[in-house]
Nanobody, 115 residues
Framework: QVQLVESGGGLVQPGGSLRLSCAGS????????MGWYRQAPGKQRELVAL???????NYADSVKGRFTISRDNAKNTVYLQMNSLKPEDTAVYFC?????????WGQGTQVTVSS
């Protein structure tokens, strides 16, 4: 069992930056593939970024070059650095841990990009 708690969301102006954190407990996250997903009002949840347990990363085309996912296994934490934010990045961002059929979700953190 893995408990995931996201933090770092908030209100930011277009062009600004935020760093989201996802702290894991109950199990070491180093064995899991960790992902950040987001869900905007009226839209389906979508994958933003993924980092595999051995390091390779994947990004949605819409965030490539702007967002960076990283993990600190010693702190059992995954990060999402978001730069050059756009209004269309506004959504609730969820952390996800996956290992085979095991999937865990955090509660989400709101990110609002608006002037």
């Amino acid at each position: 069992q893995v408990q995931l708690v996201e933090s770092g969301g908030g209100l930011v102006q277009p062009g600004g930056s935020l760093r989201l954190s996802c702290a894991g407990s109950g199990s070491i996250i180093s064995i899991y593939a960790m992902g950040w997903y987001r869900q905007a009002p009226g839209k389906q949840r979508e994958l933003v970024a993924l980092i595999h347990n051995d390091g390779p990363t994947n990004y949605a085309d819409s965030v490539k070059g702007r967002f960076t996912i990283s993990r600190d296994n010693a702190k059992n934490t995954v990060y999402l650095q978001m730069n050059s934010l756009k209004p269309e990045d506004t959504a609730v961002y969820f952390c996800n841990a996956a290992l085979g059929p095991l999937i865990f979700w955090g509660q989400g953190t709101q990110v609002t990009v608006s002037s």
